[in-house]
C-alpha cells in the first residue's frame, strides 16, 4: 500500500510539473532550448549542438571563395546553412555509431603528412594550421578523422540504394545503344620539332634527317625520345594515344582523316603552325556502334553515379525532415 502511494504520488508530481506548473523538472529539460533561443550567434541547433553566425560567416566566405565570387545571395545563403545542418547530423550519427566504423586515424595521419610535405619546415606548416583556425596539427588530424568516418558512414548508409543489377545495364544500353556510337578512329605517333622563334628551313631539314634515319630503320619510340620536342609524348616515344575523328582530337589541322589521310605504318612529314611533325599513324578504323560488353561497366558507373546523388539527398532530406519533426533540428534565422 505505502510503494502505491509513493508511485501515485511521483506520477502526480511529475504530471503537475510537466503540464500546469512548468517546475524544475520541465524548466531542466527545456533548459537547452532557452539557452539556444537565449543565445544571438546561434542560428541552428541540431540534436543539442549549436552552429553559430560565426561559423555560418566562415563557411560562406569559404564557399565564396572556392567558386570565385565576392557574396551570396540569401538563397545560396539560407543553401549554405542547410549545407551545415545536415554535415552536423552525420557528424553526431557518425559519433552514435562509433563502435561500428573502422578506424581512420592512420589515414588522417597519412593524409595531414602530405600536406605537411608541402610546406618548407615543420614549424611552417604548424603556423599555416593556426591560421586556419586550428590549435595544432593534432587537431587538424582529428577533424580529418571525423570527417573520413563521417563519409564511411554516410556510404554504408547509402550502399543499398546505389546497387545496379546486370539487367539494369541492359535495359539503359538497349535505350542508349543507337548514342553509343565510336567515331571513326586509328592510333598514331609522332616525332615534333618547333618552328616557332627559329629558321623555319633549318628545322625543315632537321625533319627530314631524322625522317631518312626512320627509312633507314631506326626505330620510332628511341628517336621520338631522343629528338622530338614534345615534352609530353617524347618520354612516351611520341605515343599520341587513339586519335578520334571528332571535335576534340590532338592537332586538327593535320591529315589523319579523309581523302588525304596520312599512309598507315609509313612515316610521314607533315607541317602544322606549330612546326614539323614526322607522323606514324595506324590501320584507319571506320565509326560503329559500340557493344554491350564494350560499355557495360561506364553505363554501370553512370547509373551508380545517379543513384548515389539521389540517395546523398534522401539520406539527408529524410533526416533533417524527421530531426525539425521532432525537434531535435531548430532553425533560428529566417
Known amino acids: 500500500m505505502l510503494k502505491l502511494t509513493l508511485f501515485s504520488t511521483v506520477l502526480a508530481y511529475l504530471a503537475v510539473d510537466m503540464w500546469w506548473w512548468h517546475g524544475p523538472l520541465w524548466q531542466a529539460i527545456h533548459s537547452q532550448e532557452k539557452s539556444a533561443q537565449e543565445v544571438q550567434d546561434v542560428v541552428a541547433e541540431v540534436l543539442g549542438e549549436y552552429i553559430t553566425a560565426r561559423q555560418w560567416a566562415r563557411y560562406e566566405a569559404e564557399q565564396n571563395f572556392l567558386a570565385g565570387r565576392e557574396s551570396a ?7 549554405m546553412l542547410m549545407d551545415m545542418v545536415r ?30 610535405s608541402r610546406a618548407r619546415t615543420p614549424e611552417d606548416f604548424e603556423a599555416w594550421v593556426c591560421s586556419q583556425g586550428y590549435k595544432d596539427s593534432k587537431e587538424l588530424t582529428d577533424k580529418v578523422e571525423v570527417r573520413l568516418r ?18 539494369e545495364v541492359e535495359k539503359h544500353y538497349e535505350l542508349l545503344k543507337e548514342q553509343l556510337v565510336l567515331p571513326t578512329h586509328r592510333t598514331a605517333k609522332h616525332i615534333f620539332l618547333e618552328t616557332q622563334g627559329k629558321d623555319p628551313l ?62 598507315a605504318g609509313i612515316p610521314h612529314l ?35 553515379s545517379a543513384q548515389r546523388e539521389i540517395a546523398i539527398d534522401t539520406y539527408f532530406s529524410t533526416g533533417v525532415r524527421e530531426g525539425i519533426r521532432r525537434q531535435n533540428i531548430k532553425i533560428y534565422v529566417k
Open 73 to 79: 545571395d540569401a538563397l545560396r545563403r539560407t543553401s
Open 87 to 116: 554535415a552536423a547530423t552525420l557528424r553526431i550519427r557518425t559519433r552514435y555509431n562509433d563502435k561500428n566504423l573502422p578506424d581512420c586515424r592512420r589515414v588522417a595521419e597519412e593524409e595531414v603528412a602530405r600536406l605537411a
Open 202 to 263: 633549318l628545322v625543315k631539314q632537321k625533319a627530314e634527317a631524322v625522317l631518312a634515319r626512320l627509312h633507314a630503320g631506326e626505330e620510332f619510340c628511341k628517336l621520338a625520345q631522343e629528338c622530338s620536342e614534345d615534352a609530353h609524348t617524347a618520354p612516351r616515344g611520341g605515343e599520341l594515344g587513339m586519335i578520334w575523328d571528332d571535335a576534340r582530337r590532338p592537332l586538327p589541322e593535320l591529315p589523319f582523316f579523309g581523302p588525304s589521310a596520312i599512309p
Open 150 to 167: 563521417s563519409l564511411f558512414q554516410l556510404e554504408r548508409a547509402i550502399a543499398p540504394l546505389c546497387e545496379v543489377t546486370d539487367a
Open 270 to 304: 607533315v607541317q602544322s603552325r606549330w612546326g614539323w611533325h614526322i607522323v606514324q599513324a595506324g590501320e584507319i578504323s571506320p565509326a560503329r556502334q559500340q557493344t554491350l560488353a564494350e560499355c557495360r561497366d561506364s553505363i554501370r558507373a553512370a547509373l551508380i
